[in-house]
């Protein structure tokens, strides 16, 4: 029989690759919240420190998307916002009222509703002026608006309404303009005037209408469809024969030159800190909390600068497992407000835009979340995301890594709906949490 006591040479060859085998032979582990392993060389932190910071950038285009807003909102955590659409119209391809014995009956603007944000039990008024000078930039080929762009317009109201709109029955909202306004349109229409017999003296003519609300009797901010074929403005009337017929003319929108208007007033809340201008300000300088807001432009940046200290503990360390657990700032999601139901994280770096989007472990699809809400206690409402891969992409990258973590809504920033919320840092309860399970050798 072959010894290794007999043949010391294979003995110490051996010996050294059982060792290795043996230590590296670790136990199959769940991962949960359970800091009971049976592995002595697997350490769990419920808590790494993670530092928030919030990233709001200085303006972003609203044009050439799919959605109209209007209206004003006072938010107690976000302040004021207003917002109101500019719009060029479009001019019919046939014009029917030629040479025809018709009768005027109405000119107005109809508008589709989408969404809201605020309180809807409550009307708004709605306030339509004429522009007095074409949406155009400087360059004629860009066809970008920004939401804080605007165009002058006339201070005599074209038409006004008064209305509550009931989301998820109200199909459309009409508001009748200044029946002058119709009536030069529906003489030039029946004579064939040289004002409406092409798009570019039609735009000279009527150069768009500006859509707002009056800030005084307006509680929310409302979202208005807009598709390919959307109309903005209709022209009824009637053809006076034996029998009435009644008939409709509609102007679309023109879809290059319709952008939407934001300004927001930050006043006394914690973010009144930010500027004008791009800025990054920490969640120290923010009362704790960092903010996410798809209309205002606000972005929710993560860092995680301790990471490497873990290799100070041990020559060689692996991360097994890491969750970033998001809870929303109890009181700051109560009606009229909800929670996003949805929210993707994206990889980032100094320039603080989203860079690469944070996929789950097959790399197929986008994580969203996972949004519970407790229900019985609300206490532990959360968001939760798997990021064990972009934790070891730090751990990797070493010293001068520049990568971090931004949460987004999947619109990104918007006009067009609203994502709304409020985080705390960790040095309140409730804060933003980092669970981990390193291996350490």
């Known amino acids: 029989m072959f010894s290794l006591m007999k043949h010391p040479f294979y003995f110490f060859m051996v010996l050294p690759l059982m060792l290795i085998v043996s230590s590296c032979t670790k136990a199959d582990i769940s991962f949960s919240d359970n800091t009971n392993t049976s592995d002595p060389d697997i350490v769990y932190y419920d808590n790494f420190p993670v530092t928030l910071s919030t990233w709001k950038t200085d303006s972003f285009i609203t044009s050439g998307h799919s959605v109209m807003t209007a209206g004003y909102h006072r938010d107690p955590v976000f302040g004021n916002a207003e917002a109101a659409c500019y719009t060029e119209l479009s001019l019919p391809s046939e014009n029917p009222l030629q040479g025809q014995n018709v009768l005027f009956d109405s000119l107005v603007i109809v508008l589709e509703p989408k969404g809201y944000y605020g309180d809807t039990t409550l ?32 201070s005599q109201v074209a038409g006004e309404r008064s209305v509550v709109i009931r989301p998820g029955k109200d199909t459309a909202v009409t508001i009748r303009l200044q029946d002058v306004l119709g009536l030069d349109l529906f003489q030039k229409l029946k004579t064939n ?30 979202y208005f469809n807009i598709t390919s074929d959307s109309l903005i403005m209709r022209l009824c009337y009637r053809l006076n024969g034996t029998v009435y017929q009644e008939k409709t003319l509609d102007f679309r929108i023109n879809p290059l030159k319709q952008f939407n208007y934001m300004k927001f007033g930050l006043g006394s809340t914690a973010l009144s800190v930010f500027s004008q201008k791009k800025e990054l300000k920490e969640s120290s300088s923010t009362a704790h909390h960092s903010f996410l807001h798809s209309n205002l432009g606000t972005y929710i940046k993560m860092n995680f600068p301790t990471l490497l200290s873990l290799k100070e503990l041990h020559p060689y360390i692996r991360i097994l497992k890491a969750e970033l657990v998001i809870r929303p700032t109890p009181g700051t999601y109560s009606y009229p407000y909800h929670l996003p139901s949805a929210l993707n994280i994206y990889t980032t770096d100094e320039s603080n835009y989203p860079v690469a989007i944070v996929t789950d472990g097959t790399g197929q699809s986008a994580l969203n979340g996972n949004l519970y809400i407790d229900k019985l206690y609300g206490t532990d409402t959360r968001y939760s995301y798997e990021v064990t891969s972009f934790i070891k992409k730090i751990i990797s990258e070493g010293v001068f890594s520049k990568s971090a973590l931004l949460l987004v809504p999947p619109s990104l920033i918007s006009e067009g709906s609203l994502d709304r919320l409020v985080i705390n840092d960790q040095d309140l309860n409730n804060g933003i949490q980092l669970k981990l399970y390193v291996l350490g050798l």
């Open 193 to 222: 005037a040289p004002e409406i017999r092409d798009q570019s003296a039609f735009t000279r003519y009527l150069n768009g209408f500006r859509i707002g609300v009056d800030t005084n009797l307006t509680r929310t901010l409302y």
């Open 123 to 154: 009307p708004a008024h709605f306030i339509v002026n004429k522009l007095t000078e074409r949406i155009r930039n400087t360059d004629d080929e860009n066809n970008n608006y920004y939401n804080t762009r605007s165009f002058g317009y006339e």
